[in-house]
């Protein structure tokens, strides 16, 4: 669930250590604001995730996605960002885990061109919840985060082969 255009203040912020690094969680209540990756380790190390002062709800969803990929993040989210973006990321919560899409695909559902998909993933705040890790390009995986190789493009791989990505999509 989306509350598209609402502006909430930060009610807390935690940087919490996962199986693909730092996550740097904002919320207001118990949405979810942003959901950065701060610092991606060489390997993802499943057993990784630390206690923190997160609501309980948001530390259970992280924790149940983390035990099990196929299960989604799925969380109220109060995200900033243009109609355009909500219409992107409302697409990107759509494909269940396991799925892939590509830039082009969405693209054409959407009336619009892959690079406009490509910028709202870029811009997307809460990574994992709205996952746009789960769009690739036609001829490779494409970016994530605002890059598109190192650390951050072994993370995207990473998450897809936890969700249970078919291998056949995973260049």
């Known amino acids: ?12 912020s935690e940087r919490v250590e996962t199986p693909v690094g730092i996550l740097e969680v904002a919320w207001a209540g118990e ?22 002062p997160l609501p309980a709800a948001i530390r259970a969803a992280l924790a149940r996605y983390f035990r099990d990929g196929r299960a989604g993040l799925d969380l109220p ?20 885990p396991g799925s892939t899409r590509t830039y082009g695909e969405l693209a054409r ?29 036609r001829d490779g995986l494409g970016g994530f985060a605002g890059e598109r190789g190192g650390k951050r493009l072994a993370v995207k791989r990473w998450l897809l082969r936890h969700e249970g990505a078919a291998a056949g999509r995973l260049p």
């Open 1 to 12: 669930m989306s509350r598209a255009g609402m502006s909430q203040e930060v009610s807390g």
């Open 109 to 137: 559902e959407l009336g619009t061109s892959a690079r406009a998909i490509g910028g709202a993933c870029r811009a997307n705040p809460c990574l994992i919840a709205v996952p746009c890790h789960r769009v690739v390009a």
């Open 77 to 96: 989210l109060a995200l900033a960002g243009t109609p355009f973006q909500h219409r992107v990321w409302q697409a990107l919560r759509a494909i269940p």
């Open 31 to 52: 949405c979810l604001l942003r959901l950065d990756l701060l610092y991606a380790p060489d390997t993802p190390d499943e057993e990784r995730l630390t206690a923190s």
